[in-house]
């Protein structure tokens, strides 16, 4: 981060002594703006135009989550929609850091924090942010099968248990007919989406008709998890533009993360990508895998009675939404008085789907 560099900093925390230690930290080197809930911060963001956003997760009238939601879910076109943020809370559950990147945050510091460590941070999301915008244009464009390999091949051959080799992919699952007629279309939509959350380093491959494939070096299964509910969310924020037919296509959405130990040669990636198109579910491959995709509402009861809230919370708003109708029926039976307070309900879903 160059020093002759002012950058204007928006700071969204509910609380005083957390705004003056970053103003602190940071001033006068930078210029601080803090508000102090989510709904402030968007306000103050669609006004003004600032280079970074440090933001709480816990704050009245809109959170953390909320708020990140709403910026990623912007039109590409809003100066703030790819905006770097960085999350600071105390809240240090795993299921907060997981859910905090699935919604969009680009970094995540648990408090207390010191001025080295946010420092630090910014300069790694700023230099990042340069590096991306730089080769944005270069690397979003899918390379062949022969130049994907290649690549896989280079880094097999340096991986190690320090350096995991981790792929991230995603398929469109939809009727036969659909994929056959809209097949350049939904290769389009896949690749565009995925290519915007490509690293400098990342390499993406169109292997197969209607599916991308991300290469990622150096990526251990957390950063591979978190990549890939990242994406997630994207297509959701970014449905496929084909009117009706939209409906009739789902996104699968893959990783699978491999170290020296458990694989030796390129045939893992040909193992996973068949694995996830022929079943859309969860197999070994000899490897850690998994298929994100959208679970049912028994399969969302399960997954609570199993302890598996953090894998749910990705998926959590659209579950609420599946389950608005049923309970403005049983609540319209019962005779219960809460229409108020289920329109607040799916007014706020809004922003999330």
Not at 3 to 9: T, V
Not at 133 to 143: D, I, Y
Request: charged share 25%; aromatic share 6%.
């Amino acid at each position: 981060m160059s020093a002759a560099k002012k950058l204007k900093i928006l700071v969204a925390d509910d609380s005083r002594v957390m705004q003056e230690s970053i103003r602190r930290f940071l001033e006068p080197q930078h210029e601080v703006i803090t508000v102090a809930d989510g709904e402030a911060a968007w306000d103050t963001l669609q006004a003004d135009t600032f280079d970074l956003l440090i933001s709480d997760i816990s704050m009245p009238n809109l959170d953390g989550y909320g708020l990140i939601c709403r910026i990623r879910g912007a039109s590409p076109e809003e100066n703030y929609q790819r905006i770097p943020i960085i999350v600071i809370t105390g809240l240090e559950d795993n299921v907060v850091r997981v859910r905090a990147f699935a919604c969009g945050a680009d970094n995540f510091i648990p408090k207390p924090v010191t001025r080295e460590t946010l420092l630090k941070n910014i300069a790694s999301e700023l230099t990042q942010r340069r590096q991306s915008c730089a080769e944005r244009e270069s690397t979003r464009a899918p390379v062949t099968a022969d130049a994907f390999n290649a690549s896989l091949d280079t880094l097999l051959r340096q991986t190690d248990d320090a350096h995991p080799v981790s792929l991230v992919w995603v398929t469109a699952h939809a009727p036969e007919e659909i994929l056959e007629q809209y097949e350049n279309e939904l290769g389009y939509w896949l690749t565009q989406v995925a290519g915007a959350r490509q690293r400098a380093s990342d390499v993406l491959g169109q292997l197969q008709p209607a599916s991308c494939t991300l290469l990622l070096p150096e990526t251990d299964q957390l950063t591979a998890m978190t990549m890939a509910e990242r994406l997630y969310s994207d297509f959701a924020a970014h449905p496929l533009p084909l009117g009706p037919v939209s409906a009739l296509v789902t996104p699968v959405v893959g990783y699978a993360t491999a170290d020296q130990a458990q694989i030796t040669t390129k045939a893992f990636i040909h193992q996973a990508l068949a694995a996830a198109e022929a079943s859309h579910e969860n197999i070994a491959v000899e490897m850690e895998e998994s298929v994100i995709e959208q679970p049912t509402l028994d399969q969302a009861a399960a997954m609570l009675q199993n302890g598996e809230e953090g894998k749910l919370l990705p998926y959590a708003a659209d579950i609420m939404a599946r389950m608005l109708p049923l309970l403005d029926t049983c609540t319209d039976q019962l005779g219960m008085d809460v229409d108020k307070e289920l329109s607040t309900l799916r007014a706020k879903l809004e922003f999330f789907l």
